[in-house]
Each structure stands twice: as C-alpha cells, then as structure tokens.
C-alpha cells in the first residue's frame, strides 16, 4: 500500500472517513500486525531511522495533533435550554400563551414562574454534576522519545505523528498505535483496552498468518497501555482520533444514547395528560353552551379552568427536585450523578453488564494461595496490594519463622524481584510488575520485606525475566556459598529441579499447578540451589540447573471487598448480572464461580465463538450466558444492544477505553471515578467515586427510592387536580356556578400542593427496597393500583366538594364565600391526604409524621401560607378569600378526615386481594 493511499484509510478527517477507519481496520489491509516491519515502515514512507523533520512537521498540520476526540464541554446556556424538553413543560407554556391571550395575567405569572424554577434547579444540579465529573487526567498528554533523522529527541507526545520511530522503556505510557521493530523483555499492560488484568508479552518479530483478536496481537502496542517492563523500539501507525482509543472515542461521540426509563415513562405520561387536558375542556365547553345555554366567553374561561386543573403544574419541578435529593443521597454513597435523569435510571435497570477488571476485582494481583512441597496447600488473606493480612493453614495462623519451606518460598520471591513496595507516610507506594509487586506485598504482609533478605543476603547478579526464558533468576551470598533463586512458568521451572526421593515427582508436581490453574490462578514456580563455584558473569548466561523445588504460588486479580454480597443483592432485586471481560474463560470462570455467576464450563461464551454467529444470537446468548470472556470492544456494545432489544433497561459498569461505547449505548452508563479513562467517564451519566461494584448496588437503591418517590408526588398531584375536574366537571354538568377560579385552582396546583409534594420528594425509603423486582420495563407510571387509588381519591375529594359546595349555596352563603370556604376544605384534603401517599401499601398510621421532619414542614408551611393568603389584604385580593369563623374551621377538618378512612380502606383490600393472587400463583407453579 503505498504513502498516498495509506493515510485514506487511517487517517481521514471527516467524520463519515473517521467512521470507515473502524470498518477498514478490520479488512486485511489494514491488519498490520499480519505484516513484516519493512512492508509497515513502506506503506507509512518512513524508514528504519525516522522522519525527517521537516517530514514530521507536513504530517503534523496533515493529521493533526496526537490527542483523543471527545464532546465540547456542555455550556450553561444548553444546559438551561435542556430543562424546558418535556411534554409537561410545552403542555404548561401552551396554558401560560392562552392565559395572557386571555387577559388572566395572574395565571401565566403563576405558571411561568414554576417554568423558571424547574430550570434554574435542574440546570445547576447538572452543572453541578458536570464539575464534579471532570477527568482528572488526559491519556495521551505524555512526553515520548523518538528518532528523527538518525537523532534521540524527546518530544511532547502530541506532536508524534505517523511513521514516527519511536522508543519505549519500563514505566512510560504508550502514545500511539506502534507496530513494535525489536523488543527486550517487553510485557505490557492492555487493561484500560481490552480488560486483561496480567500484563501482556508482546515480540517485535512476531507475525501472525491468520486473524487474531486486539488481545492477541503480540507485534502491536496501542495507545493509553502501559509498559510494565523490558524495552522496545516500533514505528507509530495510528495517531489521535485514529487509535484503537480514538476508534472508541468516535464510536463513543457518535453513538446515539439510550433514554433513561424515566424520561420515555415521562414522555408517555404527558401525552397522555395533553390528550385528557385538550378532550375533557373542549367536551365541557361543549355542554355548557348547547346544554345549559352559557356563553361562549363563559365557557371558554371554564375551559381554561378545567385544563388548569388537569395539569399538575408543580410535577416538573417536584420532579427535578426528587431526582436532585437522589442525586444527593447517591454522592454520599460515592456516586455521582452527571445527568439527573440517571438517578431513577439506575434503580430501574434489569441487567447489570459490568466489566470485570478494575470493577468486581481490584486490578491488582495478589498471591492467594501457596502449594508447598509436602503438598501442604495454604490460603492468603488480604487484598490486592496493599500487605494487609496473614498466611493461614486450615483456618489458623501460619508463622514463617516456624515452617522453613514457606519461609524458603517467600525468600525466593522477594529476592528475585525487580519491582518496589514501599510505605511513604501513611499510604503504600508501588511500581513495577503486578507479579513482582503481589510478591513484595506477601513479604511485607509476614514481616519479611525484600531490604531485610538482602542485608543479610547480598545479590551478585540476577538474570531478568524474558518471554523466551520464561523464568528469572537471582544470584546471592550465603556465608560462604552463593545461592541462586528461581521463579517462573511452572512447565520451565520444574525442568530445572531434580527429583527427591520416589521418581515421577515432577510429574506430581506438574499435575498441582494445573490444577491450580483450573481454578483460575496464575501459577508461578518456585526454587533455588547451589552456584557453581567460581561464580563470575558468564553464570548470568546459563540456564540454572540441579534446584531444590520449594513451592507453587497461586496468584488472582483479586474481587473488590463486598463485591460477592452486593451481586447477591442484585440477584434478590431481580436484577441479572453479567460479565463482560477481555479476560482469558478460564479466569474468567473461575471469578464468577466466586461470584455466583457461573458454575460450568458451557455457562461461559468467548468472543470468538460469538464471530461465528449472527448478529440475532447475540439476544439468545444475552439470555442463556452470564459470563462473557475474550470480548472486544465491538462485541461487548453488540451485546448491550441485544440486551436492549430483549427488553433490559441496561446498566453497564466499566473502567477501561474498551467500555467507553457500552457504557454510551447503555441505557444507564456508570464510569469508574478514580480508576478509569476519560473516554469512559465522558461516555457515563454516573460515575462510581469508590470504583466499587457495591457502590452500583447502594445507587440501585437510592435509585429506587427517587422513583418511589416520584411516584408518590405524582399520585398526589394527580388524584388533587382529579379531584379538582371532578369538582368543576360536577358544577358544569348541573349548570350550578364555578366552585374555583382558575387563578384559585393555580393557587391549589402550584403553592399549596407545590410546597408539600416538594416536601413528599425528600421521603425516607421504605424498608425492603431491594427485596422487590424491577418494575417491569413495559410497566406504566399509572399501574393497576395507581389507577384505582387515584380513581378513588378524586371522587372522594372531588365529590365531597362539590356536596359541600351545592350544600352552601343552598344554605344561603354567596358564591364568594362559597368559593372560599371550598377553597380551604381542598387545602385541608391536602394536609390529610399527603400521609396517604407517603406508602402505597403500609398504613398511614404505621408511618410517624416524625420520620419525615422536612414533610411535617411543608404540611404546615402549606397551611400557614393559605391562611396568610386568607388573612392578608393582598391574599383576599388576589385569591378572593375571606375570614372563616373557627366552627366552619372545625367542621371542614372532620369533612377532610373522610379521605383517610376511604385510602386506609383500599390499602385493607388491597392486601388482601395481592396475597390472594400470590397464592394462586404459587398452586399453578
């Protein structure tokens, strides 16, 4: 391929191009890994010494500079104007336009204030949010060393560009795609890629014939992954947008995002709402003028009145305030909410997709269990790398300075160690390879750290680890002898080590590590023996032979703490969870046998084994697996796409680059906050502060209790304003007067309720939250029960109303009067009927009013301000109240209790007919 056509393909500029490069990086030309170092190095015009510089600077303004795409920061203008996108928002604006077309100027005023409310409160929890999500560090803002025109140079690593040859030691981030030229010793670690929690051996003079997977590609470096050890020398394919990570960005930035349940039950609901406001005013306009003969400007006023009525004015922001207090609760328990919509979202989910390094295990390798000689098999405790724990033999303390052989193994693996554990202050500070590191750490755990062993063993020369060795050796003074300690793949190990006593002992020995193996721990071997004598450099380039085999160490990427009980959680919340890994199937079984995931083999699906099917078996593996292994990127966002089409509301967990597009197609995506990339928190509505999979489950609960909650201020909205049409409906109907104006009815939706569904919003949870299902993803805010009560409530309130009304103005009161007094029974069915919505099923009694004090408050803050209004000239003026005497007083409050006795009632036969049709189902099953 040549240098003219090459860069069409990885390196266009347009976002239809930039698309295409996923696509032809998955066709044979661009599989460079299946490629010689000279045919890469001639399809990028480059050479064995670099560019030129003045090369790489025409390729610089070419391709732009080396750094990632990703969305422009929202600004607060569009963050504002995102507050106003709900049909309950355009049904209100409509009912402000023809209030001022109207004249009634107290009305529009009314409700264009709570307009202004709901967005200046959910605009700054999501600036808010925002804040607190950005990124705390850049992947590619790296420095790299390159070759130009036969020179060293060390440059910002946004000025590589492709053909670059570029150098790359221990501990340096990778700043681009490189297909490697020569490699020392390299291990490299992938996980922020493609989930591999052990460190990746990668061979510049490795070349595959056949297509093999991101995880696989052993001559391939790709951007954002860390060198762990050795050195190597490659030349830049990929920059920027055009990396394997800047691949996932783009899919990231162009993927269109999955709705939270709440917003697509919203949009439902104000549908409905505009279709009941717009055909119960226009039937009752209707029959006012061709029944009882009112006039047309008459009616049209009524009209109004009704559809003020029908509209719960104070739901949007009662709405935003109830997911705010979510948002709340969520950041005391480590999550933060980016989008307020994510708060309901989490506890709606039927499926949790997580990634498995980095979120249910801790990314980092510890030794967990120890195989002596003897066959003695011992457990440690601990986790990850911190040396916190002890060494345990069938449940009781094991002391090294008591057992020889444990203290020869521990020896061993400490002395032959080129990485550092050490303690600055109060916190623990490592480097080096994970494996290495794990080995320090069981030292440091036993009080037997690596200073202690080489103060009174001295280290002469060590031989590194090498994938070709595959083992690594350290020589050391003992007295007068010179000892070498050996650990490495047990298969190599073992061949080193001579046989004591009975033959076929390393064949025993072989059959221990693959045992350990199969449970899914890396298996590393240990030994030691005598140096020749005459020690001197040359023993650095033999093989160590004639050793003394001293033990196995088995070694996991250890679960996060409480990560087992939390999926337990989830299972009892009727929640499915799944792995979705780039790990190896055998670790990534023996992880979720941990976890309760999977117990057999056929229980787990490998990515290749999912190249191989179509793209509709994805939906049945959704179903029939739980345990995804060797996925890629593409793969993993397939499956939360199958998992949508089956019917999930899909939470995806993830750290890594490689779930940046799940995390995006999600209909809930939650980033990890410390440990995870950018592109992954970028592409999140939640990010997890604590990085831990049991933080997911606390946010499920918060999640559900904000839904909870808004169910219970929409159901008390709902039934008022019902009871409101009922009450105006009845008096149309009969052709009696209007029982409330509608600036009186606004007054009632948007003050009196308004302060006391707000208060509703900031409800406990109830107890058992997460011992129930996840409402059904089909399931309607208005369920059966909502339906009823609702029902119910509104003929109750609206009903005994309008007798209290007919009754007055038969006993002679004005209208006027009339009027207020209905006005305050209203206000007063209120205060009662808000200790009905505080549960949907215990009793109103069961619950104290001193649970709730900020509930208790806006009750009487509601009476307080009606009875201000009821008082003050400005009130009386406005609201066309009046003083009432204390018997009316009195006589209205027993009039209110009625809607406790009718609730308390329904929930009685609610229980009963529930247990009943439990029963019935359990005898069918």
């Known amino acids: 391929m040549s240098i003219t056509s090459y860069p069409k393909l990885m390196f266009s500029t347009s976002a239809k191009k930039q698309k295409e490069t996923c696509v032809a990086k998955a066709t044979p030309s661009a599989m460079l890994y299946m490629k010689t170092f000279e045919e890469v190095c001639d399809s990028l015009g480059s050479t064995e010494k670099g560019l030129s510089h ?3 600077q025409a390729r610089q303004h070419r391709y732009g500079s080396n750094i990632l795409p990703k969305e422009p920061p929202r600004r607060l203008g569009v963050i504002v104007v995102r507050q106003f996108r709900s049909p309950l928002i355009y049904i209100l604006g409509v009912a402000a336009i023809i ?5 009634a100027f107290s009305d529009a005023g009314f409700i264009a204030a709570v307009l202004a409310l709901n967005a200046i409160i959910g605009a700054y929890q999501e600036w808010r949010a925002e804040k607190s999500a950005i990124a705390l560090q850049k992947l590619l803002r790296i420095r790299a060393v390159v070759e130009r025109e036969g020179s060293v140079i060390e440059i910002d690593a946004e000025q590589v560009v492709p053909g670059d040859i570029v150098r790359l030691e221990r501990g340096q981030r990778v700043p681009a795609d490189i297909r490697l030229s020569t490699t020392t010793g390299l291990r490299v670690d992938e996980s922020p890629l493609t989930g591999e929690s052990i460190g990746v051996q990668k061979d510049g003079n490795w070349i595959s014939e056949v297509s093999v997977p991101t995880a696989d590609q052993k001559n391939m470096l790709f951007a954002g992954s860390v060198v762990q050890n050795g050195r190597a020398r490659g030349i830049v394919v990929a920059t920027g947008k055009n990396t394997m990570v800047g691949q996932l960005a783009l899919d990231v930035i162009g993927a269109e995002k999955g709705k939270p349940p709440l917003l697509l039950r919203m949009e439902q609901f104000g549908g409905v ?6 055909v119960a005013s226009v039937a009752v306009g209707f029959m006012g003028v061709l029944i009882h003969d009112f006039s047309w400007t008459q009616m049209f006023l009524t009209a109004v009145a009704l559809a003020v009525a029908v509209i719960p004015e104070g739901l949007p922001v ?32 039927t499926l949790i997709a997580s990634d498995k390094t980095g979120t249910l295990t801790a990314n ?16 440690v405790t601990g986790e990850g790398f911190l040396p916190e724990g002890e060494i345990q033999y069938q449940g009781e303390r094991v002391d090294p300075h008591s057992k020889p052989a444990l203290e020869n193994l521990i020896k061993i693996g400490v002395l032959c160690n080129e990485a550092s554990l050490r303690q600055e202050n109060s916190s623990w500070n490592w480097h080096g390879d994970p494996t290495d590191i794990a080995l320090l750490s069981i030292g440091a755990k036993l009080g037997l750290p690596r200073e202690t062993f080489l103060k009174r063993f001295p280290q002469l020369g060590q031989i590194p680890f090498e994938p070709e060795r595959r083992f690594a050796a350290s020589y050391h003074q003992v007295g007068d002898e010179i000892e070498v300690y050996v650990k490495g793949a047990p298969e190599k190990v073992l061949t080193m080590c001579v046989e004591a006593g009975e033959t076929g002992q390393r064949d025993k020995w072989a059959q221990q590590a693959e045992a350990l193996a199969s449970e899914g721990y890396r298996v590393l071997a240990f030994a030691k023996g005598r140096a020749p004598r005459g020690y001197n450099s040359k023993i650095l380039s033999e093989e160590p032979r004639h050793l003394s085999f001293c033990g196995f160490a088995g070694m996991v990427d250890p679960l996060r703490a409480g990560v087992i009980d939390s999926i337990h959680a989830a299972h009892r919340a009727g929640i499915q969870v799944s792995m979705i890994t780039g790990d190896h199937p055998i670790t990534a079984l023996a992880i979720a046998r941990k976890l309760g995931l999977a117990r057999k083999n056929e229980e787990v699906i490998t990515g290749q084994e999912l190249a191989q099917r179509d793209q509709g078996w994805y939906r049945r593996a959704i179903s029939k697996f739980r345990v995804f292994a060797r996925i890629e990127p593409k793969q993993k966002l397939e499956l939360v796409r199958a998992a949508r089409q089956e019917g999930h509301f899909v939470a995806v967990t993830g750290d890594g680059v490689n779930d ?30 604590d990085d831990n999979f049991s933080t997911i489950v606390g946010g499920i609960e918060e999640g559900r209790i904000a839904y909870d909650n808004i169910r219970k201020v929409i159901y008390f909205l709902i039934s008022t304003g019902a009871a409101e049409v009922v009450l105006i409906g009845l008096a149309v109907v009969l052709g009696m007067p209007l029982p409330l104006l509608p600036v009186q009815i606004l007054w009632l939706n948007l003050v009196t309720s308004g302060i006391q569904d707000v208060a509703l919003a900031f ?19 208005f369920n059966r029960l909502m339906i009823e009560r609702t029902i119910l409530a509104a003929v109750v309130i609206g009903g005994t109303a309008f007798l209290v009304f007919s009754w007055m103005l038969k006993a002679g009161w004005s209208e006027y009067s009339a009027r207020n007094a209905v006005l305050l029974l209203l206000v007063l069915f209120e205060n009662v009927h808000i200790g009905n919505c505080r549960s949907e099923t215990k009793s109103a009694f069961a619950i104290s009013p001193f649970r709730s004090p900020i509930l208790l408050g806006g009750v009487a803050a509601a009476l307080l301000v009606h009875i201000g209004a009821m008082y003050l000239p400005f009130g009386q003026r406005i609201l066309k109240t009046e003083v009432l005497g204390l018997e009316t007083w009195i006589v209205l409050f027993a009039v209110a209790l009625i809607i406790v006795i009718v609730i308390e009632f329904h929930k009685w036969t609610w229980s009963v007919r529930s247990h009943a049709a439990d029963g019935n189902s359990a005898k069918k099953k």
């Open 54 to 56: 003045k090369e790489a």
């Open 99 to 103: 209030s001022l077309a109207i004249q």
């Open 273 to 278: 709402i505009a279709i009941v406001a717009v």
């Open 318 to 349: 009662a709405i935003t305030i109830a997911l705010a207090v979510g948002t709340t609760r969520m950041a005391r328990r480590g999550v933060i909410v980016r989008r307020l919509a994510a708060v309901e979202g989490l506890g709606s989910c």
């Open 364 to 379: 980092e390798l510890m030794v967990q269990e120890i195989l002596l000689p003897d066959g003695k098999r011992l457990e």
């Open 660 to 689: 940046a597009p799940a995390l995006r197609e999600a209909n809930v995506g939650a980033a990890m906050g410390k440990g995870g990339t950018d592109v992954a928190r970028e592409a999140a509505e939640l990010v997890i502060s």
């Open 763 to 781: 409800e406990a949870g109830e107890e058992n939250v997460l011992e129930r299902k996840p409402r059904s993803p089909r399931e309607s805010i």
